[in-house]
Protein backbone atom coordinates (compact mmCIF):
# COMPACT_ATOMS: atom_id res chain seq x y z
CA UNK A 1 0.00 0.00 0.00
CA UNK A 2 1.37 3.42 -1.57
CA UNK A 3 0.70 6.12 1.69
CA UNK A 4 1.48 9.71 1.36
CA UNK A 5 1.32 12.31 4.02
CA UNK A 6 0.33 15.90 2.99
CA UNK A 7 0.43 18.86 5.02
CA UNK A 8 -1.96 22.34 3.63
CA UNK A 9 -0.56 25.16 4.37
CA UNK A 10 -2.33 28.55 3.32
CA UNK A 11 -0.81 32.62 4.19
CA UNK A 12 -3.60 33.60 4.45
CA UNK A 13 -5.38 32.70 7.87
CA UNK A 14 -8.13 35.04 9.18
CA UNK A 15 -6.99 34.79 12.58
CA UNK A 16 -2.93 34.09 12.42
CA UNK A 17 -1.59 35.24 8.26
CA UNK A 18 1.35 33.90 7.60
CA UNK A 19 1.33 31.09 9.94
CA UNK A 20 3.29 28.17 8.36
CA UNK A 21 6.11 30.40 7.95
CA UNK A 22 6.00 31.47 11.96
CA UNK A 23 9.59 31.05 13.53
CA UNK A 24 10.19 28.19 16.01
CA UNK A 25 13.50 28.41 17.13
CA UNK A 26 15.38 29.20 14.00
CA UNK A 27 12.77 27.08 12.07
CA UNK A 28 9.45 28.04 10.29
CA UNK A 29 6.50 25.93 12.07
CA UNK A 30 6.11 24.45 8.65
CA UNK A 31 9.44 22.54 8.83
CA UNK A 32 8.71 21.45 12.19
CA UNK A 33 5.70 19.80 11.12
CA UNK A 34 7.49 18.31 8.19
CA UNK A 35 10.25 16.86 10.00
CA UNK A 36 7.61 14.83 12.47
CA UNK A 37 6.06 13.52 9.51
CA UNK A 38 9.07 12.17 8.01
CA UNK A 39 9.48 10.07 11.38
CA UNK A 40 6.67 8.05 10.36
CA UNK A 41 8.10 5.21 8.59
CA UNK A 42 5.01 4.03 6.85
CA UNK A 43 4.71 7.26 4.86
CA UNK A 44 6.55 6.47 1.26
CA UNK A 45 6.26 10.37 0.66
CA UNK A 46 5.17 13.68 2.12
CA UNK A 47 4.63 16.82 0.65
CA UNK A 48 3.76 20.26 1.63
CA UNK A 49 0.45 21.33 -0.30
CA UNK A 50 -0.05 25.22 -0.77
CA UNK A 51 -0.95 28.02 -2.94
CA UNK A 52 1.72 30.66 -1.87
CA UNK A 53 4.35 31.18 -3.23
CA UNK A 54 6.63 32.48 0.33
CA UNK A 55 5.49 29.05 1.34
CA UNK A 56 6.56 27.10 -1.57
CA UNK A 57 9.81 29.07 -1.69
CA UNK A 58 10.86 28.20 1.44
CA UNK A 59 9.92 24.45 1.56
CA UNK A 60 12.68 24.30 -1.82
CA UNK A 61 15.27 26.33 0.21
CA UNK A 62 14.53 23.48 3.28
CA UNK A 63 14.81 20.80 1.35
CA UNK A 64 10.73 20.08 2.02
CA UNK A 65 8.94 18.20 -1.06
CA UNK A 66 6.11 20.98 -1.65
CA UNK A 67 3.38 20.98 -4.09
CA UNK A 68 1.62 24.21 -5.64
CA UNK A 69 -2.46 23.87 -5.77
CA UNK A 70 -5.00 26.50 -6.76
CA UNK A 71 -5.99 29.38 -4.49
CA UNK A 72 -9.20 28.68 -5.05
CA UNK A 73 -9.78 25.94 -2.34
CA UNK A 74 -12.46 26.54 0.31
CA UNK A 75 -10.90 23.85 3.38
CA UNK A 76 -7.57 22.11 3.07
CA UNK A 77 -9.22 18.90 2.81
CA UNK A 78 -10.25 19.96 -0.77
CA UNK A 79 -6.31 21.05 -1.39
CA UNK A 80 -5.19 17.47 -0.03
CA UNK A 81 -7.77 16.63 -2.69
CA UNK A 82 -5.73 18.36 -5.15
CA UNK A 83 -2.52 16.63 -4.07
CA UNK A 84 -4.42 13.38 -4.28
CA UNK A 85 -5.08 13.85 -7.34
CA UNK A 86 -1.60 14.67 -9.16
CA UNK A 87 -0.14 11.99 -6.78
CA UNK A 88 -1.73 8.53 -6.81
CA UNK A 89 -1.73 6.34 -3.96
CA UNK A 90 -3.95 4.36 -2.14
CA UNK A 91 -3.83 6.45 1.25
CA UNK A 92 -3.52 9.75 1.89
CA UNK A 93 -2.95 11.22 5.48
CA UNK A 94 -3.83 14.90 6.05
CA UNK A 95 -1.49 16.29 8.77
CA UNK A 96 -2.39 19.70 9.76
CA UNK A 97 0.58 22.36 9.14
CA UNK A 98 -0.09 24.14 12.95
CA UNK A 99 0.77 21.38 15.12
CA UNK A 100 4.37 21.20 15.24
CA UNK A 101 4.34 19.14 18.50
CA UNK A 102 2.23 16.52 16.87
CA UNK A 103 3.87 12.98 17.86
CA UNK A 104 5.07 10.59 14.93
CA UNK A 105 3.13 7.63 16.89
CA UNK A 106 -0.24 9.88 16.70
CA UNK A 107 0.01 10.02 13.18
CA UNK A 108 0.48 6.24 12.66
CA UNK A 109 -2.42 5.89 14.72
CA UNK A 110 -4.55 7.34 12.11
CA UNK A 111 -3.07 4.67 9.23
CA UNK A 112 -3.16 1.32 11.44
CA UNK A 113 -7.06 1.21 10.77
CA UNK A 114 -6.38 0.52 7.54
CA UNK A 115 -4.28 -2.18 7.41
CA UNK A 116 -6.90 -3.81 10.00
CA UNK A 117 -9.88 -3.18 8.01
CA UNK A 118 -9.05 -2.68 3.92
CA UNK A 119 -12.94 -1.86 3.58
CA UNK A 120 -12.35 1.36 5.29
CA UNK A 121 -12.18 4.77 3.88
CA UNK A 122 -11.79 7.62 6.49
CA UNK A 123 -9.93 7.60 9.56
CA UNK A 124 -9.55 10.70 12.59
CA UNK A 125 -7.96 10.48 15.83
CA UNK A 126 -9.38 11.81 19.33
CA UNK A 127 -7.70 12.32 22.54
CA UNK A 128 -9.80 12.67 26.15
CA UNK A 129 -10.16 16.15 27.47
CA UNK A 130 -7.58 16.52 30.29
CA UNK A 131 -8.59 20.71 31.09
CA UNK A 132 -11.94 21.19 31.49
CA UNK A 133 -11.37 24.72 30.59
CA UNK A 134 -11.43 23.06 26.53
CA UNK A 135 -14.53 21.15 27.13
CA UNK A 136 -16.32 25.05 26.68
CA UNK A 137 -13.64 26.11 24.18
CA UNK A 138 -15.47 26.93 21.35
CA UNK A 139 -12.80 26.40 18.78
CA UNK A 140 -11.94 23.18 19.64
CA UNK A 141 -14.11 20.51 18.47
CA UNK A 142 -15.41 17.72 20.63
CA UNK A 143 -15.90 14.09 19.62
CA UNK A 144 -19.17 12.17 19.72
CA UNK A 145 -18.68 8.17 18.52
CA UNK A 146 -20.76 4.96 19.18
CA UNK A 147 -19.16 2.12 21.04
CA UNK A 148 -17.19 1.15 18.08
CA UNK A 149 -15.78 4.60 17.53
CA UNK A 150 -17.46 5.53 14.20
CA UNK A 151 -18.43 8.97 14.40
CA UNK A 152 -21.92 10.23 15.24
CA UNK A 153 -21.59 14.16 15.74
CA UNK A 154 -18.54 16.61 15.75
CA UNK A 155 -19.83 19.72 17.87
CA UNK A 156 -17.92 23.25 18.86
CA UNK A 157 -20.70 22.62 22.06
CA UNK A 158 -20.57 21.27 25.08
CA UNK A 159 -22.09 18.07 23.99
CA UNK A 160 -23.02 15.69 24.91
CA UNK A 161 -25.04 16.69 28.01
CA UNK A 162 -24.30 14.84 31.04
CA UNK A 163 -28.29 14.41 32.23
CA UNK A 164 -28.12 10.97 32.97
CA UNK A 165 -25.03 10.45 34.24
CA UNK A 166 -21.93 12.42 35.20
CA UNK A 167 -18.98 9.71 35.09
CA UNK A 168 -18.30 11.01 31.48
CA UNK A 169 -15.23 11.97 29.61
CA UNK A 170 -15.37 14.26 26.53
CA UNK A 171 -13.02 14.10 23.50
CA UNK A 172 -11.66 16.81 21.30
CA UNK A 173 -11.13 15.90 17.42
CA UNK A 174 -6.79 15.54 16.60
CA UNK A 175 -6.96 16.61 13.18
CA UNK A 176 -4.94 13.63 11.42
CA UNK A 177 -7.29 12.32 9.24
CA UNK A 178 -6.49 8.97 6.75
CA UNK A 179 -8.39 9.28 3.47
CA UNK A 180 -8.44 6.70 0.29
CA UNK A 181 -8.91 8.42 -2.48
CA UNK A 182 -12.26 7.58 -3.89
CA UNK A 183 -13.28 9.03 -0.47
CA UNK A 184 -11.22 12.45 -0.95
CA UNK A 185 -13.58 12.43 -4.53
CA UNK A 186 -16.17 12.35 -2.79
CA UNK A 187 -15.24 15.38 -0.73
CA UNK A 188 -14.21 17.56 -3.54
CA UNK A 189 -16.54 16.59 -5.83
CA UNK A 190 -19.38 17.16 -3.04
CA UNK A 191 -17.74 20.88 -2.80
CA UNK A 192 -17.71 21.92 -6.15
CA UNK A 193 -21.44 20.31 -6.48
CA UNK A 194 -22.81 21.45 -3.25
CA UNK A 195 -20.34 23.76 -1.31
CA UNK A 196 -20.11 22.62 2.19
CA UNK A 197 -22.59 20.13 3.54
CA UNK A 198 -25.42 21.60 6.18
CA UNK A 199 -24.20 20.92 9.46
CA UNK A 200 -20.19 21.16 8.14
CA UNK A 201 -21.31 24.56 6.97
CA UNK A 202 -23.12 25.59 10.88
CA UNK A 203 -19.93 24.04 12.58
CA UNK A 204 -17.29 24.83 10.48
CA UNK A 205 -16.15 21.49 10.40
CA UNK A 206 -14.86 19.10 7.62
CA UNK A 207 -14.92 15.77 8.56
CA UNK A 208 -19.40 16.29 8.90
CA UNK A 209 -19.41 16.46 5.35
CA UNK A 210 -18.35 12.60 5.45
CA UNK A 211 -20.71 11.47 8.62
CA UNK A 212 -23.50 13.78 7.26
CA UNK A 213 -23.53 12.02 3.66
CA UNK A 214 -23.52 8.35 5.38
CA UNK A 215 -19.84 7.44 5.77
CA UNK A 216 -18.54 5.84 8.26
CA UNK A 217 -15.65 7.55 10.05
CA UNK A 218 -13.44 5.60 12.18
CA UNK A 219 -11.90 7.27 15.19
CA UNK A 220 -9.28 6.19 16.79
CA UNK A 221 -8.48 7.25 20.77
CA UNK A 222 -5.23 8.76 21.07
CA UNK A 223 -2.70 10.17 24.33
CA UNK A 224 -1.46 13.28 22.47
CA UNK A 225 -0.49 16.18 24.17
CA UNK A 226 0.15 18.15 20.45
CA UNK A 227 -0.64 22.07 20.77
CA UNK A 228 -2.13 23.39 17.63
CA UNK A 229 -1.01 26.95 16.72
CA UNK A 230 -4.48 29.13 15.79
CA UNK A 231 -2.90 32.21 18.33
CA UNK A 232 -0.43 34.05 18.67
CA UNK A 233 -0.16 33.04 22.61
CA UNK A 234 -0.37 29.47 21.06
CA UNK A 235 2.98 30.32 19.42
CA UNK A 236 4.96 31.39 22.23
CA UNK A 237 3.70 28.35 23.82
CA UNK A 238 5.04 25.79 21.32
CA UNK A 239 8.20 28.01 21.50
CA UNK A 240 8.85 27.80 24.90
CA UNK A 241 8.34 23.80 24.80
CA UNK A 242 10.37 23.12 21.60
CA UNK A 243 13.55 25.63 23.56
CA UNK A 244 12.81 23.30 26.76
CA UNK A 245 13.20 19.87 24.39
CA UNK A 246 16.83 21.28 22.51
CA UNK A 247 18.03 22.27 25.90
CA UNK A 248 17.91 18.83 27.22
Keep these: MKIIGVIPAR ?6 PGKPLADICGKPMIWWVYQQCLKVEDFDSVYVATDDDKIYETCNQLNIKAVM ?14 VARKIPSDLIVNIQGDEPLLEPSTIKAAIKPFYDNPNLLVSNLMTKIKDPVDVVNFTIPKVIT ?3 GIGVYLTRATAPYPKGKIDYSYYKQVCVYGFKPEALKFYCDYGEKYGKAKIE ?10 IENGYKVQFIEVDSETVAVDTPNDLDRVREIVSKQMNK
Excluded at 11 to 16: A, E, H, T
Excluded at 69 to 82: F, I, L, N, Y
Excluded at 201 to 210: G, K, Y
Design 11 to 16: YKSSRF
Design 146 to 148: NKD
Design 201 to 210: AIEDIEILRF
Design 69 to 82: TSDSHKTGTDRVGE
